[in-house]
């Protein structure tokens, strides 16, 4: 049956608890009900929270009811219920009655053993709040639909750059407005670029993010105003209109949610839009956040560059259409321009190829592997605990052997029994389970507190239904799992060894600690694989750590400054700029230099484009070689430490009226040139965005710099010096400018803001931070794994601990008598010490083996997440072991040692 909402499903889930006669007659009316009931919520102002809570409770007690009813005749047998000639209906009254009395007696028997209760119970409660939290982050970021309606439907168009290793690439005007007009697969196409932007009036300079995007992308991501209009098709061409929709988020920050704010006008880089309307809450593009929305404004008849890659393209698929045969049409569209615009830089499919992404996966694909790593962590968790309570249930059954022979001397039968001791399990499962959602909803808190950077909808992450119906769903699952072989195992008695003396010896009793050991064997291998994958991902991380970043961040600091259009138009008033905050911010106390980069290394992206080298020629990307731009300042490599390793940097004579020059990173001389080759005097041309541009001599090489990350590959980088200005106005209209001094960060913001403020009090300072802090922001994520990953496997390995020490002390007391023999027989201490050990030591050496097995055969589930360590690491590996195998000796001593004191005396008198 096909069902309206998300809500609707989970419900029409939940009624397999329900038999399935019961489901197929009454299925259909009770989803309708349900829908009924939450919308008479919604007519009412009134939050569903306790609508699901109420719905939850009866939906498990009615069909628990059900389900058991056939379970409960057969055990009442021929009673009073029965008639002669026919059964009775079944006594729903009579079941609550049974019910009840377990519950009870389960409360009862839990509340006199405080101690294993607790540990039981915040076992249990550990795990489920592990679980809790970490489905609130996958419900989130991978589970929750994305926020465009038929979403599947939606896909990215990218261009590619094989010989340069660009796999997604901006798409050119042309590209873009050509396969939108050709293309038959797409219902409808737009695009969008996002930008800084400086908004001036009506309070403060600000810097925002601006979206410059088509009027069909509206249309294609299913956006709609809150407030007024959006811009039409006919607004989206040059001079058509100066218009703007401001954000849900800009309106009630800057326009403090005025209503009236439609008609007004706002103040974006010198120039006036008039404000049309305000979009509705959480309509942002792809993968972005935004401020304001302006028109793209280009004409496809004055287009006839094919290069300036700066678009991203959405299409939404035509009805009938899917990704398969968008992407056939797509490669027969590039082979046909390949003939069409021959030597025009067009695409081709193998130099210049376009490629569709859908959208989920260019969103959330590149974070679902860590959320894979993470949900097998915390499933490891559970089983772990599991184990565990199923360890100390199993224990408990042995010492309560005599009360449940008792009863089933009474009469209990062994489905009586197992109920009662099922009941116990539930009863913990359901403590436990409440004590968990409660921290779970704390350790939610602290997830979104750790800040985990490019993980996207992380702020989304919250204490929802789902969470609430899974960890519901969860915790009595987690009962039965735990609770079913101690029951089992403890409801098959033998009433003539029991009620004598003591039982010991007997096969039912070997059996029970085969099976304890059987867990603790599992308990261990589970928690080496956890230790083992922590321990690559804390290895990875310092490994990270140490990587040169290609300059030195200590004592610097950095902020990005941002022209606007308006004021400035005439490249030197862009360098006067410039020159006069460089010069304010040196002459601040403590401050030793500044320089300027166009691009500060790990925070923004180089520019990638492509260069013609003199005397050598490529026969793949149309004869050039792929490079990404930097512009930067004189004193830019001394500023950031960067060696100079051949040749030289820039000097303040590289300006305009000179030849131009350019220095290359230590990637590019190596990649371009061979060994006995030195690029120092050779000459290159920039190409695509500035065809006309002069032939540049190279004067020197330079450090490699990581500008993608410190675990990304450094590519062949290109420097031009800004006061020659290759690359144009707006090349240089935004910029870094960075700050080497002696003094604390803080000390230096106000003196350097006053600086800028003077220069031009419409120029915001915006990302004022210390170099140390961009370092330690791209390490973000891996650390969030990291820190998760090392905690779930302290907690493993806790638990095994405990594990281990249970077992062993139950040996022990079990034992007493067989220790108490033997030392009367000459044996010492030393050797009942030995022994007990041993036991432990074995237990957790199987465990390890078979855990390395695991981890071995799992590892490669965590090759995305490292860097620079081998998913087989021996090292890690033989850690992982060899600290299980420690904490195992350790967790046996303590009962080892009592066992050693027993007195054989009042041993044998005892028994």
């Avoid at 329900?18 to 489901?23: A, G, K, L, Q, T």
């Avoid at 409960?72 to 021929?78: C, D, E, I, P, S």
């Avoid at 004021?567 to 360098?575: A, E, G, I, S």
């Avoid at 905050?581 to 992206?605: H, K, Q, W, Y």
Wanted: glycine fraction near 10%; hydrophobic fraction near 45%; charge should be neutral.
């Amino acid at each position: 049956m096909r069902h309206e909402t998300w809500a609707d499903r989970i419900y029409a889930w939940m009624l397999v608890l329900y038999p399935r006669r019961f489901r197929r007659q009454y299925g259909l009316d009770m989803v309708e009900m349900f829908r009924d009931a939450r919308s008479d919520c919604a007519r009412a102002g009134r939050s569903t929270f306790n609508l699901w809570v109420k719905t939850i409770r009866d939906l498990v007690l009615n069909a628990s009811i059900m389900r058991m009813a056939p379970f409960m005749k057969r055990l009442r047998g021929v009673g009073r219920n029965r008639h002669v000639g026919n059964r009775s209906p079944f006594d729903a009254r009579i079941v609550m009655e049974a019910m009840l009395m377990d519950i009870r007696y389960a409360l009862r028997t839990l509340w006199k053993t405080k101690g294993f209760t607790a540990i039981a119970v915040l076992t249990i409660a550990i795990a489920i709040a592990a679980n809790s939290s970490i489905f609130s982050v996958i419900n989130a970021v991978l589970l929750r639909p994305l926020p465009y309606p038929d979403a599947d439907r939606l896909v990215v168009l990218w261009t590619q750059f094989p010989a340069g290793g660009t796999t997604t690439f901006p798409v050119s005007q042309a590209e873009y407005w050509d396969y939108r007009e050709e293309s038959e697969a797409f219902q409808n196409m737009g695009a969008f670029s996002v930008f800084t932007a400086t908004v001036t009036g009506n309070g403060n300079p600000e810097r925002i993010a601006a979206t410059g995007a088509s009027a069909t992308l509206f249309d294609v991501l299913g956006f709609r105003p809150q407030l007024g209009r959006v811009y039409t098709v006919e607004e989206d061409f040059p001079g058509r209109g100066l218009v703007a929709v401001l954000s849900h988020g800009f309106w009630q920050r800057r326009f403090a949610g005025d209503p009236t704010v439609v008609g007004r006008t706002i103040m974006l880089e010198g120039v006036s839009y008039e404000i049309v309307g305000v979009m509705e809450d959480g309509a942002d593009p792809p993968g972005a956040t935004t401020d304001v929305w302006l028109p793209l404004a280009f004409d496809r008849s004055q287009i006839t560059n094919r290069s300036g890659h700066w678009l991203t393209v959405i299409g939404r698929l035509a009805d009938g259409e899917t990704f398969e045969s968008a992407f056939a049409e797509l490669e027969t569209t590039v082979v046909r321009w390949s003939d069409v615009y021959a030597g025009l830089h067009t695409s081709d499919p193998v130099n210049h190829p376009l490629t569709l992404v859908e959208l989920d996966d260019e969103l959330l694909g590149g974070v679902r592997p860590a959320m894979a790593v993470l949900a097998g962590a915390v499933g490891l968790v559970l089983l772990l605990a599991c184990a565990n309570v199923a360890n100390l249930l199993l224990a408990r059954g042995q010492g309560r052997s005599r009360e449940i022979g008792v009863r089933a001397a009474l009469g209990a039968g062994r489905a009586r029994i197992s109920r009662q001791l099922l009941t116990e399990s539930l009863v913990i499962a359901l403590l436990g389970g409440g004590l968990g959602l409660a921290a779970g909803s704390w350790g939610t808190a602290l997830l979104i507190h750790m800040d985990p950077t490019g993980i996207p909808r992380i702020l989304d992450v919250g204490l929802d239904v789902p969470v609430v119906v899974f960890t519901a769903v969860l915790t009595l699952v987690t009962g039965v799992v735990f609770g079913w072989l101690p029951a089992l195992n403890a409801s098959r008695v033998d009433l003539a060894t029991v009620l004598s003396a003591g039982g010991r010896g007997d096969s039912h009793g070997r059996e029970t600690r085969r099976t304890l050991n059987g867990l603790v064997v599992c308990q261990m291998a589970l928690a080496v694989v956890l230790l083992i994958g922590s321990g690559l991902l804390i290895k990875s991380f310092a490994v990270l750590q140490r990587v040169d970043p290609g300059f030195d961040a200590a004592g610097r600091v950095a902020f990005d400054l941002n022209l606007p259009g308006r004021d400035y138009r005439d490249l030197d008033d862009m360098l006067a700029f410039y020159d006069g905050v460089i010069d304010g911010v040196e002459a601040l106390p403590g401050v030793s230099s500044v320089a300027l980069v166009r691009n500060l290394p790990l925070r923004t992206s180089s520019r990638q484009e492509g260069v013609l080298l003199e005397r050598k020629t490529n026969s793949v990307n149309q004869g050039s070689y792929p490079v990404e731009y930097q512009a930067v300042s004189a004193d830019y490599f001394a500023t950031m430490a960067i060696p100079v390793v051949r040749g030289r940097g820039f000097a303040e004579m590289d300006r305009r009226g000179v030849p131009t020059v350019a220095v290359i990173n230590e990637t590019m001389a190596r990649t371009y040139w061979s060994e006995d080759e030195d690029p120092v005097g050779w000459r290159l041309r920039p190409l695509f965005a500035w065809r006309d541009a002069d032939w540049v001599t190279v004067v020197g090489v330079v450090g490699d710099v990581r500008h993608g990350g410190l675990s990304a590959v450094t590519k062949p980088e290109l420097y031009l010096s800004m006061r020659q200005a290759l690359g144009g106005i707006g090349w240089m209209r935004s910029a870094s400018i960075v700050v080497r001094a002696g003094v604390h960060p803080e000390a230096l913001s106000a003196g350097i803001r006053n600086v800028v403020r003077a220069a031009d009090e419409n120029v915001p300072v915006v990302n004022f931070q210390s170099l140390d802090g961009v370092v330690t922001d791209t390490l973000t994520q891996q650390r969030f794994i990291m820190l998760l990953l090392a905690l779930f496997g302290a907690g493993a390995l806790a638990i095994a601990a405990v594990g281990v020490y249970g077992v062993i002390s139950f040996s022990v007391a079990r034992r007493t008598h067989e220790i108490g023999i033997r030392m009367a027989l000459g044996a010492n201490q030393g050797d009942v010490l030995r022994q007990v050990v041993s036991g432990g030591v074995r237990m957790a050496g199987l465990g390890a083996a078979i855990g390395v097995g695991l981890a071995l055969a799992s590892s490669r589930v965590l090759e995305s997440q490292l860097y620079g360590v081998s998913v087989r690491d021996f090292y890690v590996f033989s850690a992982g072991a060899g600290v299980l195998l420690v904490i195992s000796v350790v967790a046996s001593l303590v009962p080892a040692l009592r066992a050693s004191r027993v007195d054989p005396n009042l041993s044998l008198r005892s028994e």
